[in-house]
């Protein structure tokens, strides 16, 4: 139709001269499209009605049996792998060389794996010829030999040792600018000891152990000492719970000096205990000490204690423990030098008698790896000794005893950290408090003491290890000012390293007091300050 239109309009448009007229057109819609409206259904489909079960469902079951065949299993345990006697090392050579002029050797050797018997030697020297005050005037060393043996049956063990040991020093505590004579600064001890003992060589019910020693010490000023003691301990298991146990010694001991002939000094303790559980989880040792000793210093010769134990777990991890108990602690000669090689000539020695000893504590495990203490513990002692400089020789050191009754506190706390054989670590600090009872002060004894050492192995090829000892509070009697000092406190650290070329060689370095503190272990005696020590190691 537009078409048509569109012709049409053309036709009328032009003229007889090909012009377009001018009109006005009109086109308009008389149509209109409509659609109806729709009905929307609102109703659900009705859900379709079930289907009634014609007949009750029925169940059959059929047993069966099922043998299987018969499985025979050989148990075969783990071996470990059988070690050659090449595996075995039965000698260790140690060698080395510091400053202070200080040689080291140390050997053991010992026979290869045996069954029945065992037998080891041992030897060791270390000496510094130089020292801290007035170089050779303050040399000090040590030599020792022992010869040590063992063997087995089926019933008994028997085992013994005999060893000589020689500890020299020099009375370097003079005063200053003084002069000396070199030869009449030196002390010498030399110890021989011999001893035995016999004891069951299978665990049993009844355990029994039969000791006896044989000692004798000769210094460079004529003193001499012999001491002979017997020891015996013996246990029976009454049930898996349940122990008695027996603990008995004797020692006499007989000392000649210069200008003393003292009589044998005898002692004689036994020890007689029972563990048993008291409670559920409370585990008791109850039992006395009784000891017979004839120290001219003590009035009473036949002392008795109690001496009871407890222990009680407050978690699995956790137990606390509690003791109460006495006993004569034996002084001679040979004890006093070890702790105080400047110890002078004639000087008095007797028995410590600890009257009373009481205390209390918590052992904690921390996993496998850490464990931790802490406790108090109180203390009762008569005839405790004190060393005192002498007046006219400052250098020599004198025992002055306590005959009244010297109350000592010691709180203590210890923690501990073991990875096997890579990573260990151990702290401990104690506090100790002194009240003397005769005496003004208890001399040469330290009230604070903290100790620490640590050790690392990398990958089994170094060793590094650190200890660390700090103490303080001790004091002293100083003859020439006629009063009491207090003395510096000490502080040593220590290091060592130590490379594994091979599993039977190493090397190491050892530094010790490496801040170079050379305070005083007793007064006018102070220590080396830094020394340096290099070595070998081969096992063999």
């Not at 000669?333 to 504590?361: C, M, R």
């Not at 890579?422 to 004894?445: C, I, P, S, T």
């Not at 370095?509 to 005083?520: G, R």
């Amino acid at each position: 139709m537009l078409m048509l239109v569109g012709l049409s309009f053309g036709a009328l448009a032009q003229d007889e001269t090909g012009e377009l007229e001018s009109r006005e057109i009109v086109i308009e819609k008389v149509r209109e499209n409509t659609l109806r409206k729709a009905n929307r259904n609102f109703e659900k489909i009705p859900p379709r009605p079930a289907e009634n079960i014609k007949g009750p469902m029925t169940y059959d079951f059929q047993s069966f049996s099922f043998q299987a065949p018969q499985v025979t299993t050989q148990m075969r345990p783990l071996k470990l792998k059988q070690e050659t006697s090449r595996d075995v090392h039965g000698g260790y050579l140690r060698l080395g060389y510091g400053n202070y002029s200080s040689p080291l050797l140390e050997a053991y050797l010992n026979t290869r794996k045996d069954k029945n018997k065992l037998l080891g030697a041992y030897l060791y020297h270390h000496s510094s010829g130089k020292g801290p005050v007035d170089g050779k005037n303050s040399g000090s060393g040590t030599t020792g030999i022992s010869l040590a043996g063992s063997s087995f049956s089926e019933a008994i063990a028997l085992s013994g040792n005999v060893g000589f040991e020689n500890r020299t020093t020099h009375f370097y505590g003079y005063p200053e600018d003084v002069p000396v004579s070199r030869d009449t600064l030196k002390q010498a001890y030399n110890i021989f000891k011999l001893a035995g003992a016999i004891s069951n060589a299978k665990n049993s019910d009844f355990a029994y152990k039969l000791g006896a020693g044989f000692s004798y010490l000769a210094d460079k000023f004529d003193a001499r000492e012999t001491e002979v003691g017997l020891n015996f301990g013996a246990s029976y298991e009454i049930d898996e719970d349940s122990k008695l146990g027996l603990k008995a010694d004797y020692t006499v001991i007989t000392r000649k000096d210069a200008h003393i002939d003292a009589k044998p000094r005898s002692l004689f303790v036994v020890n007689p205990t029972y563990n048993f559980p008291a409670a559920e989880d409370l585990k008791l040792s109850v039992g006395f000490v009784v000891a017979y000793e004839n120290d001219s210093i003590d009035s009473k010769d036949l002392h008795v204690y109690p001496d009871v134990r407890a222990t009680y777990p407050l978690s699995p991890t956790v137990d606390a423990v509690a003791f109460l108990t006495g006993g004569i602690e034996k002084v001679s000669l040979q004890t006093l030098s070890y702790e105080n090689l400047w110890v002078a000539p004639d000087i008095a020695v007797f028995h410590t008698n600890k009257t009373l000893d009481f205390g209390v504590g918590i052992n904690a495990r921390l996993g496998n790896k850490v464990a931790a203490h802490a406790g108090l513990s109180l203390s009762t002692l008569k005839n405790l000794y004190s060393y005192v400089n002498g007046v006219e020789d400052q250098e020599k050191f004198y025992t002055v005893y306590d005959k009244g009754t010297v109350k000592r506190t010691n709180l203590y706390a210890a923690l501990s950290y073991a990875q096997s054989e890579q990573v260990k670590f151990m702290l401990r600090g104690d506090f100790y408090g002194y009240n003397a009872g005769d005496l003004d002060e208890v001399y040469h004894r330290p009230t604070t003491k903290l100790t620490a050492n640590a050790s690392y192995n990398i990958y089994q090829k170094i060793i590094l290890s650190a200890d660390l000892i700090a103490q303080g509070g001790m004091k002293a009697y100083d003859a020439t000012q006629d009063k009491t000092v207090k003395l510096d406190g000490a502080f040593d650290l220590n290091a060592k390293a130590e490379y594994l070329f091979s599993p039977t060689f190493s090397a190491f370095v050892q530094l010790n007091n490496i801040t170079s503190n050379k305070y005083p272990r007793f007064l006018h005696y102070p220590v080396r300050g830094f020394q340096a020590l290099a070595g070998i190691t081969w096992s063999f």
